[in-house]
């Protein structure tokens, strides 16, 4: 890929696990192509696949419990609770993975599209056992509602300016990045 820091080309290297999870797109092509494809083939061509169809599941980077009851959910904007679970959120930007918050697991559907996220949230955090996995899906089993679509004119000055995380077309944007 190009070098964000200097001139010509880098090369980042994932986990096929990580590649399959978080890079879909680069790796089908590899996976399709392979002579000898990898034990667990199937597994990561399905998944690939999955985050294709559902472009936000490729930020899920893993489950974890809160440390603190500070930081906010990136969906409904709600606290979360201190040593429940939560669903970290990164995106790969400037040739690395750079964290852009989390979110509730009740939230999946509303954030990500879908729910069927388990299998990845084994395989991404080798250190969840049976016990939490299940915690966290009992969870999932009831979805909080979408938060209504932000209306910028109507913004509450009280509510949380969270990072946006895809480009911002307005002219706003274009006069704060020349200030």
Partial sequence: M???????ETLVWFHVVCAACMRPEQLLPVLATSES????????????????????VQRLA????????????????ELMDKGKFRLVLQMFE?????A????????????FGTTQILGRLERLTPELDASGLAEIEEVMRTQRPAPPPEDSESEDADSPRLAKTSGDDSEDADAKKQA
Avoid: K, Q
């Fill in 2 to 8: 190009p070098n964000p820091y200097a001139e010509g």
């Fill in 94 to 98: 400037d040739g690395r993975m750079n």
């Fill in 62 to 77: 893993r489950a974890e419990r809160a440390a603190s009851g500070r930081a906010r959910c990136r969906s409904c904007r």
């Fill in 100 to 111: 852009i918050g989390s979110i509730h697991p009740d939230c999946a559907e509303a954030y």
């Fill in 37 to 56: 494809p990898p034990a667990d083939a199937t597994w990561l061509r399905e998944t690939a696949e999955f985050g294709v169809a559902h472009p936000r």
